[in-house]
C-alpha cells in the first residue's frame, strides 16, 4: 500500500494566516480599483442563478490556498464516496446520497427501489388529491391541507409552497402547523372547512412529541366536527417509521414510506415535498429536483477550482478559522424566499454546529457558525445598522429575482436597488474624510463635520455574495436550495465532521418528557436537579393549577 500523503494543513493555514493579514492592507475597494475584471474574475452562471462573489476577500492566491486546503482533506474523494452510497453519516450508519433523489426526475427511475417506490406512491397520491379521486370521508374533493410537521419536515415544504406560488396554480388552500404551543393549532385549524380539510402528517420518526400532539389535536377537531365518519381518511402520513404511523391508525395506502437514510433537513426532495406536488402538480415538483440534479451534475464533473459551491464553503471555512468568523446573513430580496434563512439556518446550524470529528475527536478549530437572516428590505430598517457599522464583521448572501411576474416594474426596481446598494455600501463603505467634505459641503461648521463624521463614517470591505436568478422558477429553486447543501456538505467534509447527524438535540428532548411528568404533578418523575429549574417549574404549577 502507497503510504499516505503526509497532511500539509498546519502550513496551509499558515499561509492562509498570511493572506489574511494582507487582506487588511487590501481592501475589496482597492482591488476593484486595480482589476477591472475582477467581477467576472469571480462571478459564474450554475444551472438558472449568476452567482457574483467578486465583493469577497479573493484573490488567486487565496483561492489556491483554500484549494490546496480541500485537497489536503480529501474533499473530492469523500464527495465521490458519498456520491458512491458510502456510510457518510457515519455515526448511524447511513447513506447521505442525496443526488439519487433528484436524479429521479429525469428518468423516473431509480436503481434503489425504495427511492422508486417513493416517488411513484408520491405522485400517485398528489394525483388523486388534484383529481378528487382522494377525497374526505363524506366524499368532498379537499380543498385545504395542513402539514403537521417541525424542524426539516416543516421548514422545507413551508419554503417551497412560498417559493412556488408564482409558478404554479395552487389547488389548496396549504397551512402549516409545527409548534407545540396550543395557540398555533388552534390558527391552523380556525375556519377550515372539515369534511374537505386533509392532513400530511410529516415525520421521519414518526416520535416526535410536538407533531404527534398537533396530530392528536387535529384528530379531536375532526371528530368533533364530523362525528361518526371515518376520519381516517383525512390523514396521510409521510415517514420512514411505516409502522408507528400505522399504530396511529393511519392507513397504509395513505402512508409514504420515505427511505431512513433521508435526514430532515435534507428530506424536502423526497416524499416530504408531497405538500408541495400536490399542491403545485407533479412537473413542477419535478423541475425542482431537475434543478437540484443540475447542481448534482456540476459537483461531479467539475474541478475543485471550478466547483462553486465547494468554493462557497471554503470561503466560509476561511471566514470561520482565519478570521474568527461566526455569523452569516442570509438576505433574499425576494419575498417569496422569505422562509429561506429559517430554512438555511436548521440545514447548516443543526449539521455543523459540532465540536467532535467523524472520529469523535475534538476539532482543532471552531466548525459552524450562526446563520441567520431576514427579507429585504425590512432587514434595512432593523439589523442592517449592525451590518454596516457594528464592531464584527458579518458576510452576507444577497439573492435576488430579477423578475417579479412582470408587476408593479417600478417596485420591483427599487427592490434590487436596495439589494446592489446593501452589497455596494458594505464593500466600499466611506471614510471619514469623505464624510467630513460632505458635511462642510452641506453648510457645518468645520468642528461639527469633524464630530458628525466619527459617527457616520462607515467602515466598508464587508464581504458579501450576490446570487442571482431571471425569476423565482421551481429550476431555480432547486439549483439554490441544492447549491446551499452542497456548500454545507464540502464545508462540513473540509472540517471533517459528520453534517448528517444531530445528537446534540437529544437532552433537550429527555429532559423535557421528564420535565413535563414535574409538571403535571407526577412526583415519580420529579427529577428537577437544581433549584432554578424547580422553582420555574413551581410557578408553571401555580400558574395552571
Ligand atoms: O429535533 C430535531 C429533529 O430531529 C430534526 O432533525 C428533524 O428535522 C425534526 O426533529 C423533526 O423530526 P421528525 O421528522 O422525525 O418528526
Keep these: 500500500m502507497a503510504p499516505a500523503t503526509p497532511s500539509r494543513r498546519g502550513e496551509i493555514w499558515q499561509t492562509l494566516a498570511s493572506l489574511k493579514s494582507a487582506c487588511s492592507k487590501q481592501p475589496l475597494k482597492q482591488r476593484f ?67 439519487a433523489l433528484r436524479t429521479w426526475a429525469h428518468s423516473q427511475h431509480s436503481s434503489d427501489p425504495a427511492i422508486h417506490t417513493m416517488y411513484e406512491n408520491m405522485a400517485a397520491i398528489s394525483a388523486g388529491l388534484r383529481s378528487g379521486e382522494l377525497c374526505g370521508c363524506t366524499g368532498k374533493p379537499y380543498s385545504h391541507i395542513v402539514n403537521i410537521g417541525i424542524g426539516g419536515s416543516d421548514f422545507g415544504p413551508r419554503l417551497f409552497t412560498e417559493a412556488l406560488k408564482e409558478s404554479a396554480e395552487a389547488a ?40 404527534l400532539a398537533n396530530a392528536a389535536a387535529a384528530k379531536r377537531w375532526l371528530e368533533q366536527a364530523l362525528p361518526g365518519q371515518d376520519i381516517g381518511r383525512h390523514f396521510i402520513a409521510i415517514t420512514a417509521n411505516p409502522d408507528a404511523a400505522a399504530k396511529l391508525g393511519v392507513a397504509p395506502d395513505l402512508t409514504l414510506a420515505v427511505p431512513s437514510w433521508v435526514g430532515g433537513r435534507f428530506s424536502v426532495w423526497s416524499g416530504f415535498g408531497l405538500i408541495v406536488a400536490a399542491n403545485y402538480g ?38 470561520r478559522n482565519s478570521w474568527n468568523i461566526s455569523s452569516h446573513a442570509i438576505l433574499p430580496y425576494c419575498n417569496r424566499l422569505k422562509q429561506l434563512p429559517d430554512y438555511l439556518q436548521q440545514l447548516f446550524m443543526e449539521s455543523a454546529g459540532k465540536t467532535v470529528d467523524r472520529s469523535g ?59 446592489f446598494a446593501q452589497s455596494l455600501a458594505l464593500m466600499q463603505g466611506k471614510s471619514a474624510k469623505e464624510v467630513e467634505q460632505e458635511l462642510l459641503r452641506d453648510g457645518f461648521s468645520p468642528d461639527e463635520a469633524a464630530q458628525l463624521a466619527k459617527h457616520k463614517a462607515m467602515p466598508g470591505n464587508r464581504p458579501s455574495t450576490t446570487i442571482l436568478m431571471d425569476e423565482l422558477s421551481p429550476r431555480a429553486l432547486g439549483n439554490l436550495i441544492a447549491l446551499y447543501e452542497y456548500r454545507l456538505i464540502c464545508a462540513s467534509f473540509i472540517w471533517d465532521i459528520n453534517p448528517f447527524d444531530q445528537w446534540g438535540v437529544e437532552l433537550g428532548k429527555q429532559l423535557s418528557h421528564q420535565l413535563l411528568g414535574s409538571l403535571r404533578g407526577n412526583t415519580d418523575s420529579d427529577t428537577t436537579p437544581d433549584s432554578s429549574t424547580a422553582q420555574l417549574i413551581e410557578r408553571a404549577r401555580r400558574a395552571n393549577s
Design 33 to 99: 480599483a486595480e482589476h477591472a475584471d475582477r467581477s467576472t474574475q469571480f462571478s459564474t452562471e450554475l444551472g438558472a442563478l449568476f452567482i457574483d462573489y467578486s465583493k469577497q476577500h479573493i484573490d488567486s492566491d487565496i483561492a489556491k490556498a483554500l484549494h490546496a486546503l480541500a485537497l489536503d482533506a480529501g474533499l473530492p474523494e469523500k464527495l465521490n464516496a458519498m456520491r458512491s452510497g458510502a456510510l457518510c453519516n457515519n455515526t448511524e450508519q447511513r447513506s447521505a446520497n442525496y443526488a
Design 172 to 211: 389548496f388552500e396549504c397551512r402549516f402547523l409545527a409548534n407545540i404551543d396550543p395557540s398555533c393549532a388552534n390558527e391552523a385549524l380556525a375556519d377550515l372547512p372539515a369534511e374537505s380539510t386533509l392532513f400530511i402528517v410529516a415525520s421521519k420518526s414518526f416520535g416526535t412529541q410536538e407533531t
Design 282 to 319: 407533479w412537473p413542477c415538483f419535478s423541475e425542482v429536483l431537475l434543478g437540484g440534479a443540475e447542481v448534482d451534475e456540476h459537483m461531479a464533473s467539475s474541478s475543485l477550482e471550478s466547483n462553486l459551491p465547494a468554493t462557497l464553503a471554503l470561503l466560509d471555512v476561511w471566514y
Design 361 to 419: 475527536h475534538a476539532l482543532p478549530q471552531q466548525s459552524g457558525g450562526v446563520i441567520w437572516g431576514s427579507e429585504g428590505t425590512n432587514g434595512q430598517h432593523s439589523f442592517h445598522q449592525l451590518l454596516h457599522q457594528g464592531s464584527d464583521i458579518i458576510p452576507c448572501d444577497f439573492i435576488a429575482a430579477l423578475k417579479n411576474s412582470g408587476k408593479a416594474l417600478d417596485q420591483q426596481q427599487a427592490l434590487l436597488a436596495n439589494c
